[in-house]
């Protein structure tokens, strides 16, 4: 008899699942960030933390309030969209040349409106072979290890890599295609680099990913951009190369690097000072991560990272031709308090090879090799 039973129950077969409505693939999510920010070396030029991106600002910032909503094609329902709108300090950074930005509006934004359209496309999925997804409208890049969204980053403070290197988002259009589990492949025409009006009458940026999966714990993404960037013209490329790897096979813990190659012909900056005959510019950066989660609610995570900026024109820190090379640790602890509430306690030190911080006084020549900040931020997680 229990030959018998359990004969009958291993050879059971599993029911299948039964297919997602609608409503069930349509996906949420919103959070809330604020955070404060202290300079311990006293913050620099204009009361900002030298070289960052999210957490400029010195002290208390409404970093940022968003939400998504988004649905992936599949093959019941084979059209998708999504729609994300922010607003908050760190939305006014995020802007595109033509959405809440125009020319005279320069980085760090910060006569731009507090809110953004992060996002808003539709796509869909066409019968071929596994399935060739197609996109279009605004989107965010493919390209980095990092993302915009606090809650889905290891650290709260961004990388020089995610600041100076890449873009965030791009207006366009991409097909994707996926040869099994362990490969898919990504590209298609782009505007540019966080534009969303064609400022050189061209359209012809390319955008591509190639990601692999030759295990279950192993993800390594290469991505690649490449097109004219300079406003009224189509010939001087701007082209960056991105490797990304994320590791998972170890209980509790996770490993990431990210490596970023770019160049651009004839940059502009080097153009217009006209010191130098040879006006290419060139930049490069490698970052690694490691994070443990100590139980459930509590994991910690260290980011390594060195940036270099030979001509100094992605990061502005000299003038430009001057070589700026920088490189930052950063310890991260963060804790689920209740639900969706989760605390984060960050130290940083950021180091670079000439004086390009402030130290103590306020002023406008930097006056520092080094800064240091310590952050405590709050974000709460509606979905």
Known sequence: MVGMTATTAFGEEKPPEKPKTLLEEIVLFAYV????????????????????????????????????????PSDRYPFGFGVVVTAGRDAQKNHALGIFRDKDDMSPFRNTAFFDLQEAYGSYKIPLGSGLTVKAGKFVTLLGYEVIESPNNLNFSRSFLFAFAIPLTHVGALASYSFGDWLSVTGGPMVGWDVAEDNNSCFCTFMGQVTSTPMKDLTASFNVITGPEQASNNTHNRTVLDFVVNYTAIKNVTLGANLDFGFEDKEA??????TRKDTDATWWGIAGYGAYDWTEQLRTAVRLEYFSDP?????????????????????????????????????????????VFKLRDHGTTPTA????????????SFF
């Open 33 to 72: 960030e604020n955070s404060y920010v202290f300079n311990l070396n006293g913050t620099g030029r204009g009361d900002v933390n030298e070289l960052r991106l999210y957490d400029l600002d010195g002290g208390y910032t409404f970093n940022m309030a968003e939400f998504s909503v988004k649905k992936d």
């Open 269 to 274: 900056t080097l153009d217009a000072a006209g």
């Open 311 to 355: 001509e100094s024109v992605r990061t502005a820190a000299r003038p430009p031709g001057n070589r700026t090379s920088l490189w930052e640790t950063t310890a991260t602890a963060q804790y689920k308090i209740w639900k969706g509430l989760v605390g984060r306690l960050e130290y940083r030190h950021d180091e670079a090879n000439e004086k």
């Open 369 to 380: 090799k080094n800064q240091d900040t310590f952050t405590v931020a709050l974000y709460y």
